[in-house]
């Protein structure tokens, strides 16, 4: 979902997509009857985005967050992702459709041709979305809240996908470098990803997002 604060009112909108003779178009309404989206807001403000400047929330990773933690609130979690993406390589420029907004997808049809947004696509389309996951991982500390235990906590951390591969598979790591080199794909490709873990801890914990 892409979401705003009105820059007048502050009152929260979010981004409708119509259809029309033109084709399609994008406008911002107040964020009315969306349950989903509103529980999320009220956890997490900030992704809300700042006055004027719309934000793409994760709205379905944070609805699956919160059904886990609701149904098995003692669960081990762990969630990967790219945390960047490349900004489109367009071959011409084209009047955009949609507003820009903090998160912006890299939308790629099948042929791997990218479009300025979402709006310009083809029906069959790539809409990959970048994580934010220092903010993501500030949601699941909201929803994983501590237990009724006082010294057990669900510990949230963020690392890079290398640095995790190495806390968890060094010898696999180990395994997999060149020793000309010193290259590991595990480790050195997709260095665009990270890792989020939840996961059963001592509140005295220091590696909590």
């Given at each position: 979902?892409?979401?705003?604060?009105?820059?007048?009112?502050?009152?929260?909108?979010?981004?409708?997509?119509?259809?029309?003779?033109?084709?399609?178009?994008?406008?911002?309404?107040?964020?009315?009857?969306?349950?989903?989206?509103?529980?999320?807001?009220?956890?997490?403000?900030?992704?809300?985005?700042?006055?004027?400047?719309?934000?793409?929330?994760?709205?379905?990773?944070?609805?699956?967050?919160?059904?886990?933690?609701?149904?098995?609130?003692?669960?081990?979690?762990?969630?990967?992702?790219?945390?960047?993406?490349?900004?489109?390589?367009?071959?011409?420029?084209?009047?955009?459709?949609?507003?820009?907004?903090?998160?912006?997808?890299?939308?790629?049809?099948?042929?791997?041709?990218?479009?300025?947004?979402?709006?310009?696509?083809?029906?069959l389309a790539d809409i990959l979305y970048p994580t934010d996951f220092r903010k993501l991982g500030r949601f699941c500390d909201k929803v994983f809240a501590t237990t009724d235990d006082d010294d057990?906590?669900?510990?949230?951390?963020?690392?890079?996908?290398?640095?995790?591969?190495?806390?968890?598979?060094?010898?696999?790591?180990?395994?997999?470098?060149?020793?000309?080199?010193?290259?590991?794909?595990?480790?050195?490709?997709?260095?665009?990803?990270?890792?989020?873990?939840?996961?059963?801890?001592?509140?005295?914990?220091?590696?909590?997002?």
């Open positions: 979902d892409k979401v705003r604060r009105d820059a007048v009112s502050r009152k929260l909108e979010h981004a409708v997509v119509d259809m029309t003779k033109g084709g399609l178009s994008e406008s911002f309404q107040p964020l009315q009857n969306d349950a989903l989206l509103k529980r999320i807001l009220l956890k997490l403000p900030s992704y809300g985005g700042t006055m004027g400047h719309p934000v793409w929330v994760p709205s379905v990773t944070c609805g699956v967050i919160m059904d886990i933690c609701r149904t098995r609130p003692n669960a081990t979690m762990l969630l990967a992702d790219f945390d960047y993406l490349p900004p489109p390589d367009l071959e011409e420029d084209d009047d955009r459709i949609s507003i820009l907004a903090e998160g912006e997808p890299l939308v790629t049809d099948m042929g791997g041709i990218d479009y300025d947004c979402y709006l310009n696509s083809p029906h057990t906590t669900n510990v949230v951390k963020v690392t890079k996908q290398g640095q995790f591969l190495r806390e968890v598979g060094p010898q696999q790591v180990k395994a997999t470098t060149s020793r000309w080199t010193g290259y590991s794909p595990m480790v050195d490709d997709f260095y665009n990803c990270s890792i989020l873990t939840v996961s059963r801890g001592n509140s005295g914990d220091d590696d909590k997002v």
